[in-house]
């Protein structure tokens, strides 16, 4: 229904922020060249001209290719999976089902180098460069049989902690910084957490080899929250022990991200806040991780802040800019594929290099793929929806075979 749908949206934009990016438009001017010819001042012979050869474009360059496709760990990626997938079926290329091989990327990196998978559209850039810089045993590095390819969601991955709103306005802990060096919040937060009576705030982070989790580390270590400790586990059970921490006015924080269905649960302004930080993690790599040093949240000096006021994170009015320093640079969700794929399958490189998804509309079929919607089928109608612009995606695509 289209109430539903409309809901649905107005609670994702209430829960972050969004950035439009405006996209330059080419100025196509007539290059038209006029050159004279002088006729022959008399002649009975006809002017004869030949008619161009045209080559007919395949519609499915692809046929008779096999792809070998996976996903990430993560049930937020399924949905780009599936769109890509049906995408390149429609180029004639026979695709793996990427269910078959849902790895995390720990793993996902090391496979696309060794050719036993082809793509992923889950990539999170920087903080999976990380992965590339891994030696594989013949020497050579990860990233050197991968690239990273086109634009699917620049700056698309908003992330950051959140914490329960009632707590935080009780003890005035608006940062990881306060919560560390507040003895009755911390006491607060203790008697009620995954570990409670440790004399520790454990707060709910990442499944191991997310990723993630080894900037929580990192950034705890840096940052040296020496009150603070990460529980590590399966991501789905610990966001559901949040929600109802914070519908229940019990304090917790946790990692979550967007685009996602979990700001429609755990809502920023409404039973949470965004957590600001003192200082935002560099490439110092204070845990000595290998490649750690792309765990940097600071990019070219601008990362780690987010266009949100104070009514989602309190701690924003304390900034000049009014911006929450929310600690996390918004990532790159993008593409990485196996260089000789690529080099093989022009059509799919083209194809990969072409889409662009919005933030939004991703998060919205998270939130029906939460309400049991299957990823296929939210791929199948989003692209009858988008029908022009996947046109355009594929005739490029076309046209590079």
């Known amino acids: 229904m289209k109430t539903k749908r409309l809901t649905k949206l107005l609670l994702l934009l209430a829960a972050f922020a969004l950035f439009a ?18 006729a022959p001042a008399a002649t009975t012979e006809a002017m004869v001209e030949e008619e161009p050869i045209v080559e007919e474009m395949s519609m499915t360059p692809g046929e008779g290719v096999s792809v070998t496709m996976g996903r990430a760990n993560w049930s937020t990626g399924y949905f780009q999976a599936e769109l890509y997938r049906q995408l390149l079926q429609e180029l004639g290329y026979t ?22 998978m082809d793509f992923w559209a889950n990539s999170w850039y920087p903080g999976h460069l990380a992965w590339l810089a891994g030696e594989l045993p013949d020497g050579s590095l990860v990233g050197d049989h991968l690239s990273i390819v086109g634009e699917e969601m620049i700056a698309g991955g908003l992330q950051g902690f959140l914490v329960t709103k009632s707590f935080a306005d009780e003890f005035g802990v608006y940062t990881m910084d306060q919560l560390n060096e507040n003895a009755d919040a911390l006491a607060a937060f203790d008697a009620t957490d995954p570990v409670p009576g440790n004399g520790i705030a454990d707060i ?3 499944p191991e ?15 040296g929250w020496d009150n603070l400790n990460q529980t590590i586990a399966g991501y789905d059970a610990m966001f559901a022990q949040a929600v109802d921490a914070a ?35 560099d ?20 990362g ?4 949100i006021g104070p009514d989602q994170c309190p701690s924003a009015a ?41 933030v939004i509309e991703v998060s919205l079929a998270n939130v029906e793929q939460g309400e049991g919607a299957a990823p296929a089928d939210l791929a199948t109608d989003w692209i009858a929806n988008n029908r022009a612009t996947v046109d355009a995606w594929l005739d490029a695509a076309r046209a590079a075979a």
Do not use: H
């Open 21 to 38: 990016a405006a996209c330059g438009s080419d100025d196509d001017g007539d290059a038209t060249a006029t050159a004279e010819t002088e």
């Open 95 to 116: 695709v793996s089902d990427p269910a078959d091989l849902e790895l995390g990327p720990n793993n996902g990196y090391i496979a696309m180098a060794e050719d036993q």
């Open 204 to 206: 709910f982070g990442c």
């Open 209 to 223: 080899s997310w990723t993630c989790d080894n900037i929580i580390t990192a950034q705890i270590a840096f940052s």
């Open 247 to 281: 519908n229940e006015g019990v304090p917790m924080v946790a990692y979550t991200w967007t685009p996602s269905a979990y700001i429609t649960q755990l809502r920023p302004g409404d039973n949470v806040y965004w957590m600001g930080v003192n200082e935002i993690l």
């Open 283 to 302: 490439d110092s790599n204070p845990t000595g991780t290998e490649g750690g040093e792309e765990y940097d949240q600071r990019g070219t000096g601008e």
């Open 304 to 307: 780690g802040y987010a266009a």
């Open 318 to 358: 304390d900034q000049e800019t009014g911006q929450c320093k929310i600690g996390w640079i918004a990532a790159d969700i993008l593409v990485t594929a196996n260089n000789d794929f690529l080099a093989a399958n022009p059509a799919a490189a083209a194809l990969l290099e072409a889409v662009q998804l919005s």
